[in-house]
């Protein structure tokens, strides 16, 4: 088989390092002497990883992986392979699995499909149903991601909470307001699709390549925006302010969906709610849609100066310029690990908010990372029986408790409860508000009271283990905000492994973080393309069936006008 071919053999060539001032440029000569031909036999070459090797402070590296393609056949190619014996890098064939969406399926649907929600899940879904001809109907609670933006900036600068347009809910969804981190633990042709779609509307090229890819809370709105331009140029349509209220099942099956607009009959929806849609785990439970509790991330919010956290990634060398602030992921293992979630370098503290009086904080930054502050979340997981696992509810009620008193702790106008690290771990209030990158406010608060008491001991025993790790510099200005409640859902609604669909309803397709099956704005976004893969491979597309519908229609007419047989066969 040849390279021209579709499954040509390519190699992998790992573990090139280059220095911090080496440009990418350099790399097809490198690849060249490693593999041992001339740079002209190179045929095609691309960045598959790119990563950071911080572990020599005084001999920092960039190290990639590449894809290559060389101008001969499997023979010579694997030649190459055998003589390439460098020490510096590690060659071996590769052959990457190409994306592919299922034949459409022959099931006739009787109403376009519905798409309940316009975060990563819901938008990358209705996006593939719509390539593929299904004309998809977006439904999303919160205004569009302009209006969005407005109402989050009026809201931070003292303005009254829209309990429907705010940093959880409205186009993008959560993600929109939270990093834009684009890390998922997953590989393979899903991913890689969703990641070149992103890249496709508006996004940083790179982010295919980066070991931790980011885009920036500035950069997202604009991503959201060209997505939902395509869904509308394809045949999509996306309606906003459309809240979902209640499900119409008939027979085992969707028949409609009731709205704060009015009725929509839907046999197909997906339903990609998001972590925070509280309203809709609790209609689910009246509908008895099947849900089971389960394990989710809660904990407190820590906030450096960045510049720590810069020179001790870096060291003494002034490398900001060159590789923008520094991040860290930490855990300290114990009777309940603590780790690092969500670190925003350069980034801000912000109220993760939907609902008039509770109050929690998640971190974003922007595109550039230049605040002066670094923030993380520091999570524990929470697993069904800490709170009352048999109670499908019982996750949820337990971050509101916490949330609400976090709320009356802020004077009930979402001021964020802060302490100093130090006065935390000595028992002691805080005298002083220290600085913060909050925008709302700030009040004194003893953390301890808004944390469960497993939490606050997983503070207790693991904060000192990451500030021995940073030699004494992890704590040394930090403080601490909390509580920070909505890192996933507490809830898992049931669905088939095969099909995706609710058990014994049949239309149904619960997705992405708000179902329990993601947790990020890549997997969730991936789940939703899984899902519009199951309704292709089971349903005609829309489009498709309008056509032939057409053609039946104009057949029989012509057959209504054709002359009457003289009853003679052919």
Known sequence: MSCSENYAMSLRVSNIRLCLDEPEAGLPARLARLLGVGP???????????????????????????????AEDETRIARHQRRAGHPEARIEPYREIPFRMPPPGLNSL??????????????????????????????ERGRAVRERIHDVHAFDAGGPLNPESNYLFGEGGAGTFSDGKLTCR????????????????????????????HLG???????????????????????FSCRVEDLDISAGGLRGLMTSAGYIPATVALLATGHSARDIYRMLLRRGIPMAPKPFQMGVRIEQPQETVNRVQYGDARLEEKLGA???????????????????????????VSEPGYFSTNGMSLSGRDSPFANSGLMVTVEP????????????????????????????????????????????????????SYPRGLVL?????????????????????????????????????????RGSSP????RDPITLETPGIVGLYPVGEGAGYAGGIVSAAVDGLRAAKAIVARYAPLAAARHSLAADASAVAGRIHQPESDGRED
């Not at 001021?415 to 220290?434: G, T």
């Open 40 to 70: 002209e036999l190179l045929r095609r070459w691309r960045i598959l990883r790119k990563s950071l090797d911080t572990r020599d402070k005084s001999a920092l590296r960039f190290v990639y992986a590449v894809e290559v393609d060389l």
């Open 110 to 139: 009787a109403e376009r499909p519905v798409v309940i929600g316009s975060g990563p899940a819901g938008l990358v879904a209705a996006y593939f149903l719509a390539e593929q001809g299904y004309q998809p109907l977006v439904l």
């Open 186 to 213: 997953n590989s393979g042709p899903d991913v890689r699709r969703v990641l070149e779609l992103f890249a496709a509307c508006k996004g940083k090229p790179s982010i295919l390549y980066d070991y931790r890819p």
């Open 217 to 239: 809370s500035n950069r997202l709105p604009a991503v959201v925006k060209a997505l939902r331009r395509r869904i509308e140029a394809l045949g999509g349509e996306v309606r």
């Open 326 to 352: 520094g991040d860290y992921a930490l855990i300290a293992r114990g009777p309940q690990n603590l780790f690092s979630f969500c670190m925003c370098a350069g980034g801000h503290i912000i109220p993760s």
């Open 385 to 436: 029986e800490q709170f009352g696992g048999s109670d499908i509810l019982a996750g949820v009620r337990l971050q509101e408790v916490y949330e609400q008193r976090a709320f009356a702790a802020g004077r009930q106008d979402y001021l964020c409860p802060i302490q100093l690290a130090d006065d935390f771990l000595n028992q002691r209030p805080s005298r002083k508000l220290p600085p913060c």
């Open 445 to 485: 608060a003893s953390i301890a009271e808004l944390v469960p008491s497993f939490i606050h001991e997983a503070l207790r025993h693991g904060l000192p283990i990451m500030d021995q790790r940073w030699q004494g510099r992890f704590l040394a200005q930090a403080t601490l905000t909390g509580p920070e409640a």
């Open 491 to 494: 809830i898992r609604i049931v």
